[in-house]
């Protein structure tokens, strides 16, 4: 059954929006709301953009994922998955290669909600996933290393193994002033949960940090020092051209763009069901996804996704509808028109602080010691995916690690097919249990092979292997194939060989039990006229009834 291409804000409508879930939502909505101004400032700096880019994103993509979106409780704005990527194309393609990029990807996301994709994506490995995440985790950490010692780099190399060449080459101008800040910031974010958690301590910290450089009168970096004032309102909606040459060269990053999207709103999404017991709609969240990241390209944003930590804490300050998620988008807008000149004052040092928790939490590093605990195959993906990320590029990264995942869950599935010669062991069947053997003649000349498993490409050869360990070729072959579930080109292909083979020598092949789809698999191929459908019995009785009587033709035209 096909999930309804249908908003949930509408679905909420529908059913009738109360006070209670109003006055709900508005804390939800405003609770977040003081959470996300630090983040977005803090990670669009990260990306290599200017700190309101940050807030453009949160309040556009945020108010129109919000509307269209297929979640009741998500809530979108840039996020630490997307400071690598961005990172990397504003370095190498400038700003408006990155607008070009995210508006391709907001393509792709619309164009894979229509298709109904949303079920597809859940099949990407987890080790793949916690691979890229603690990877970028390790990146936005290293990112931040400059600003928190204050080392006074003009300009960080973006490749991981030159950073911290580059670190170390500066590690002896560390200035304590700026350390004693980043510090400071640091123990109010870990340490203030313990007094409330209803007040963010990355807000407190930014607070107390700016109030307190900007009082004293403290000699460190500031966001107006770093990039200039901070405007006070959106700015006008932009279209970039958009050339067949650039369209080419931007499609593999807004591809990866596209992926994270879709992967971090749609696991958010699942874990925000989890929390409140309700159902997202896949499709209409990618499609709700690609139109956010359209409206934060034109608006001078960045690309935009669900982000966990911040739908989590909507949810556990009383949001319940898209409706949080709009106020949220609104309250972000106020901050930027009435006291966004203000925010220029923020030290560099407290918002390196707020990413370097950010990058704590993302490295998920529990999980990744505890997937060091599976099979080879698992953590072989994720280490590859781990150390791609970090030392190559997060696009290959994920590519590899999926490309390997796949190999190696087709190399489990071939193992698992397999052939095995039952003629003699029949006796111990359970179907021949309630038998008399002796009344049930196998005739000479006949073999029976049961067959496990689908019969797919990466089975194929060790099928055929293991149907010509028979040394002396069988006047009838009985294929049971009931334990087959499923079977593609290469499956029907190898068996045609081995029917085809068989009537060189006189002799049929029969199969018996084959499961409805795989029947209709073979029909479809024209593989049943190939055989004559009447040697498709249902059971391994009806199958050796067929090859007695073929036995006895052949010995009576032997015999003629």
């Known amino acids: 059954m096909h999930q309804k291409l249908e908003p949930k804000l509408l679905s909420v409508l529908k059913e009738g929006y109360t006070l209670k879930q109003f006055q709900g939502d508005l804390m939800g909505g405003l609770t977040v709301g ?25 309040i556009v993509a945020g108010f129109v994922i919000a509307i269209i979106g297929g979640s009741r409780t998500q809530i979108s704005g840039p996020t630490g998955a997307f400071v690598v990527i961005v990172y990397g194309i504003v370095q190498k393609y400038g ?22 994709m949303g079920a597809l994506l859940k099949f990407v490995p987890y080790p793949v996933i916690v691979g890229f995440t603690s990877g970028i985790a390790l990146i936005i950490f290293s990112s931040q290393v400059n600003d928190f010692l204050g080392l006074g780099i003009g300009k960080v190399p973006a490749d991981f193994v030159e950073k911290w060449i580059e670190y170390a080459t500066h590690f002896g101008n560390v200035d304590p002033t700026t350390l004693g800040v980043g510090v400071a910031s640091l123990v109010i974010i870990v340490l203030w949960p313990r007094v409330t958690h209803r007040v963010p301590g990355q807000l407190i910290a930014i607070l107390a940090a700016t109030i307190a450089v900007q009082y004293f009168q403290i000699p460190v970096d500031t966001i107006q020092s770093r990039f200039g004032g901070m405007p006070t309102g959106l700015p006008s909606p932009q279209l970039p051209t958009v050339t067949w040459s650039i369209f080419q060269e931007l499609f593999t990053p807004a591809l990866t763009i596209a992926i994270l999207a879709a992967l971090e709103s749609l696991l958010s999404s699942v874990v925000a069901d989890g929390m409140t017991g309700t159902r997202h709609r896949s499709n209409m969240e990618l499609i709700g996804q690609g139109a956010g990241n359209l409206a934060s390209a034109i608006f001078g944003g960045i690309p935009a996704t669900g982000a966990i930590a911040r739908t989590a804490t909507n949810i556990k300050s009383g949001g319940k509808t898209p409706f949080a998620a709009i106020i949220h988008a609104v309250f972000l807008l106020l901050v930027l028109l009435l006291i966004g000149k203000w925010a220029a004052m923020i030290p560099m040092a407290t918002l390196a602080a707020v990413l370097i928790v950010v990058a704590y939490n993302m490295s998920e590093w529990r999980e990744f010691k505890h997937l060091l605990t599976s099979p080879r195959g698992d953590v072989a993906v994720l280490l ?4 791609l990320t970090v030392f190559i590029e997060l696009t290959v990264a994920i590519q590899v690690g999926i490309l390997l995942a796949a190999f190696l869950f087709l190399q489990r599935m071939s193992n698992e097919s397999r052939v095995n010669v039952i003629t003699q062991t029949l006796d111990e069947d359970e ?36 149907i010509r360990v028979v040394a002396n070729k069988p006047k009838v072959v009985i294929l049971r194939m009931r334990q087959v579930p499923s079977i593609d080109a290469s499956g029907i292909h190898i068996l045609e060989e081995v029917v085809k083979e068989s009537h060189v020598s006189g002799g049929i092949v029969i199969f018996s039990a084959v499961s409805g789809s795989v029947f209709q698999a073979m029909k479809e191929s024209g593989f049943v006229d190939l055989v004559d459908n009447r040697n498709f019995v249902p059971d391994i009785f009806a199958a050796l009834e067929i090859a007695r009587g073929h036995i006895k033709s052949m010995s009576k035209e032997i015999s003629d």
């Open 34 to 58: 003081v959470v996300a101004l630090p983040l977005a400032i803090a990670l669009a700096i990260a990306s290599g953009v200017k700190p309101e880019q940050g807030l453009y994103t949160a």
């Open 95 to 116: 700003y408006d290669g990155l607008v070009v990029a995210t508006l391709i990807a907001g393509v792709m996301l619309i164009i894979m909600g229509l298709a109904r």
């Open 431 to 466: 179907e021949f249990l309630s038998r008399d053997m002796s009344k049930i003649d196998i005739p000479k000349g006949v073999e029976v092979f049961e067959v496990y498993g689908s019969l797919f490409f990466g089975a194929v050869s060790q099928f055929k292997e293991s």
């Open 384 to 387: 590859v995916t781990f150390l």
